[in-house]
């Protein structure tokens, strides 16, 4: 039980300097950022943690470093196994490109035939767009975009805005195309502050500007900065057309997606914007709205106090009606269509009238797709359902929260998360999709380190891809675990495998 904890705050331990590290990155606090990835690297272990720490470096550091750290980054991943292998040469190859490195082309490819083949949809399009974009391809950007628009992936958009927003607005300015025109009008409706940002680098040409105006015309108030801004351009053209547009300007009823991520640490935002730690009043506001997102319909009052605020009622419903003003306010659709947290007869619910997106909603609706019967599902249709259940699970549910209902609800789902881990690892072990069981394989090790199942598909996978060395390593470590958590040896199983990785070492 002590490896376990020591296991699981290491790996905690990782996800949070990552987690800081991509805040300041995002930031512009270069410096800090990079300290945070090194903090990460410093045990030398090869670990997710770790890849996208050499990634942040490759992002965040002088020219003649990029190379260097995006090879390590994608030899590590390849450790890892074929997801991260291809996630990872996206990321990769994207940094490369960015500075003008011909090796990123290459990676660009390669990952976006393996992202195809595995399934993993938002890095599938955003390869596909990437391609085109570098002139590698010259494919339809219909179904990429659309996928990237999935709610689930606007988080995947968002990061992808500084090089696909000035793709699609010269693509635009050169060739009018109606699929791009409504592209660029949702970004404008749906990601303003990106959309400010990125047009105002100063990096557009006078048709990609004009494009912009264009488009900006569509977006009501969140619009006006920008436009503002541009009718203040060095350029006549774009000086008069963006007043034009502000004079248009037309207010829009579309209230903004409000997304919700538990899995891991607990992240709110409404649109593109997220709510900051220092904007909720207190712990209790927070993990109200996370109850409120986790149960399907109103929660009772008087159930919600006994959860939060127990011993004296009339202070419990003092304090209950405080923090859902608190969160109608802060949560209060600026376009004024209503309220995100609605009091019922029954008791309290979110809104089910406005746009909404919770990782957890996802991981149980393809829970309960799994559980239906398998022979009436594609091997591969299930294949994907599991990667995406993989790579919705960033960490334990509610991390840190330890009131009794969210402590029950990490167990549960944490079995319920490890429970199909385990199929995938036993089905892309049948299928020999080595690469994909070592990655998945480990990490239902994360979650349980004592899992024979797993330890001896990692084992049959590296010695299926001529790595037996690491298979021997592998085994000792499952020795060592058993030993101290469960006071027994590994299965026979596990020792003939064993025995022919010594073999083939010589």
């Known amino acids: 039980q002590a490896l376990s904890l020591g296991r699981a705050a290491s790996t905690s331990h990782r996800r949070g300097l990552l987690s800081l590290g991509l805040a300041l990155e995002e930031q512009g606090d270069w410096e800090s950022a990079r300290a945070a990835f090194q903090e990460i690297l410093a045990d030398g272990r090869i670990t997710r943690e770790g890849v996208a720490a050499h990634l942040g470096l490759a992002r965040t550091g002088s020219a003649e470093h990029v190379t260097a750290q995006a090879a390590e980054a994608y030899r590590w991943a390849r450790q890892l196994g074929s997801a991260a292998t291809a996630r990872t040469g996206l990321e990769a190859g994207l940094v490369l490109l960015k500075h003008k490195l011909p090796e990123g082309a290459d990676l660009l490819r390669r990952s976006a035939t393996e992202l195809a083949a595995l399934g993993l949809a938002a890095e599938e399009a955003r390869a596909q767009l990437a391609m085109t974009h570098h002139g590698l391809a010259d494919e339809s950007l219909e179904q990429p975009l659309r996928t990237l628009f999935r709610p689930e992936f606007l988080s995947e958009l968002t990061r992808s ?18 699929i791009v025109h409504e592209t660029l009008c949702r970004l404008v409706r749906e990601l303003p502050r990106n959309v400010h940002r990125v047009v105002l680098s100063g990096d557009l040409t006078l048709a990609a500007k004009k494009a912009a105006v264009i488009a900006l015309a569509s977006g009501g ?15 006549a053209e774009i000086q008069l057309g963006a007043s034009r547009a502000l004079e ?3 207010p829009v009823d579309a209230p903004a997606l409000l997304r919700i991520y538990s899995l891991g640490g607990f992240e709110v935002y409404r649109g593109e914007e997220r709510v900051e730690e220092s ?14 997102a986790a149960r399907r319909g109103p929660v009772s009052e008087d159930l919600l106090i006994e959860e939060f605020w127990p011993g004296s009622l009339q202070k419990g419903k003092q304090n209950l009606y405080a923090a859902t003003s608190y969160l109608r306010r802060h949560l209060r659709s600026e376009s004024g269509t209503g309220d995100y947290v609605l009091r019922t007869p029954t008791g309290l619910t979110l809104n089910p009238e406005l746009p909404r997106w919770h990782d957890l909603d996802e991981l149980e609706e393809l829970e309960e797709l799994l559980a239906l019967d398998p022979q009436d599902q594609d091997v591969e249709r299930i294949l994907r359902s599991q990667r995406r259940i993989a790579e919705l699970y960033r960490g334990p549910y509610l991390d ?40 998945y394989g480990r990490r239902v ?11 001896l598909a990692v084992m049959r996978a590296l010695m299926a891809v001529g790595r037996p060395e690491e298979a021997v390593r592998q ?29 083939s070492i010589g």
């Open 221 to 235: 108030p969140s619009a006006e900065a920008t436009l503002k801004s541009l009718a203040a351009d060095s350029q």
């Open 400 to 439: 840190g929260c330890y009131m009794d209902w969210a402590i029950t609800a990490r167990n549960r789902i944490e079995k319920e998360v490890l429970d199909a881990l385990v199929r995938l690892v036993e089905l892309t072990s049948r299928l020999e999709r080595h690469g994909e069981t070592l990655e």
């Open 279 to 292: 904007a909720w009043k207190s712990q209790k506001v927070r993990y109200l709205l996370a109850c409120l």
């Open 445 to 455: 090790l994360e979650l349980d380190a004592c899992c024979q199942q797993a330890h």
């Open 475 to 503: 085994f000792d470590q499952c020795r060592k675990v058993l030993a101290r958590e469960m006071k027994m040896e590994p299965s026979i199983e596990m020792l003939e495998v064993h025995q022919r990785a010594l073999l």
């Open 248 to 250: 248009r300007l037309r």
């Open 161 to 178: 805005l500084d090089w696909l927003l000035p793709f699609l607005l010269e693509r635009q300015g050169k060739l009018a195309d109606p």
